[in-house]
């Protein structure tokens, strides 16, 4: 059966599919070792049709955890596997990295499914196809079953949290970056979960989860959600909703422990005893945070939807407990429990870019094929790679043409 492109894979045009396309074969530099991102076959009945990458470090221990990642709408496995920051730090602290890859037979700009319902329930399609590849890494690679994660970043994002959901028995924990809370769609249109959000009480979106696997009584995972304030294509509302969904899956309250401010203006609220993780960047838009770099907390190459930030993966990394109790603890200590105020932009920044590279960034947005910067609603011009403006930021999220 032909399934109907999402919104969310709607919102990328031609000219940004190729390019990011391009991008997302491009890897960084490979590490002096042998191991390198695999092609699997034959790890299971493969109802969604989705193809299975893997990477082993070399001298991968047995019982070693395993993280699942997940691409955006037109990236590939290749792509976010050299580029989200993950292969650094499964090379650190010897982890397996699975790496499913969506195809444009089954969403035209191979977007995860995470609006369909035969692919978002526990037993069928995409989800189950996902869980046959960590089978397949316990069985033939060793790693530990109590030591697995999830990670996706937009659709994948999505279907991060389809995962958490349908198979609480399988994850341990995971993180959700620039997505949207389980079963937001269906019932709700995907325009609808990514330009307004739906909003739903805490029990109401617990109850969802809890419905996914009906008479579970194991633990339940520990969620970390990444969120842009910038971010035009999945709001930051979600964000929030995602937030009272797994607080109520958790039992703990939906207002924060502690808080923290991290580099590149984000603020980290934690809750409950480390249940659940909200990062906020503040004016970054739709993407992956990474930070290019050498120091121990830095990783990723910056790109279309992998944004110049913060190194999410890092962060995650640790709170999903792969570093052995190694390196900088990311944890906060206890503060006000207020939410944190972004700080000011002290100075005028002007940037020159395309108006593709522009909204990826999150200075602009793209409306009916044309840019329109943030705050001043400015129109730049065509949203493609092809025309180039200048940018002045003259405030928090606010940023005008010329210099």
């Known amino acids: 059966m032909r399934r109907s492109p999402s919104l969310l894979a709607r919102l990328t045009g031609v000219v940004a599919g190729m390019v990011l396309a391009a991008a997302a074969v491009t890897t960084v530099a490979a590490p002096a070792q042998a191991a390198t991102l695999t092609q699997v076959t034959n790890f299971g009945s493969n109802p969604g049709n989705l193809a299975m990458y893997a990477y082993r470090p070399d001298n991968l221990p047995a019982g070693a955890p395993a993280v699942v990642l997940l691409h955006g709408c037109t990236q590939n496995a290749a792509g976010y596997f050299a580029n989200s920051g993950w292969w650094k730090f499964a090379d650190q602290w010897k982890f397996a990295l699975i790496v499913p890859q969506q195809s444009s037979a089954n969403q035209p700009l191979s977007c995860f499914n995470w609006f369909v319902e035969q692919d978002i329930a526990r037993g069928s399609g995409e989800a189950l196809s996902i869980r046959q590849m960590v089978e397949h890494a316990r069985n033939n690679y060793g790693t530990d079953a109590r030591r697995v994660f999830v990670s996706g970043l937009s659709a994948g994002g999505g279907m991060s949290a389809v995962m958490l959901a349908t198979y609480p028995d399988v994850f341990a924990a995971g993180s959700v970056v620039a997505g949207l809370p389980y079963r937001c769609s269906p019932p709700a249109s995907t325009s609808t979960c990514q330009y307004s959000g739906v909003d739903k009480t805490p029990q109401e979106w617990g109850n969802l989860v809890r419905a996914a696997y009906p008479g579970y009584t194991g633990p339940r995972p520990r969620v970390a959600i990444w ?12 964000a929030v909703e995602l937030r009272d969904q797994w607080t109520n899956v958790r039992g703990v309250s939906q207002t924060p422990t502690s808080t923290a401010s991290l580099p590149a203006n984000t603020s980290l609220e934690v809750y409950g005893s480390n249940d659940v993780r909200l990062y906020r960047v503040s004016g970054m838009g739709h993407g992956t945070p990474v930070d290019p770099g050498p120091a ?16 999410s993966a890092y962060h995650d990394a640790v709170f999903f407990g792969l570093n052995g109790g190694t390196g900088p603890s ?74």
């Open 227 to 238: 969120h842009g304030t910038s971010d035009p294509t999945v709001v930051p509302a979600n």
């Open 296 to 311: 121990a907390d830095q990783c990723g190459t910056a790109g279309a939807y992998l944004l110049d930030t913060i190194c």
């Open 330 to 403: 990311p944890t906060p200590t206890a503060s006000p429990t207020a939410s944190p105020t972004a700080s000011p932009t002290t100075a005028p920044t002007c940037v020159t870019a395309t108006n593709y590279a522009h909204v990826a960034a999150g200075r602009a947005y793209q409306s009916g094929g044309y840019a329109y910067a943030n705050g001043s609603n400015q129109r730049m011009g065509l949203y493609n790679t092809f025309y180039t403006s200048t940018l002045k930021q003259t405030g928090p999220n606010h940023w005008v043409i010329g210099c």
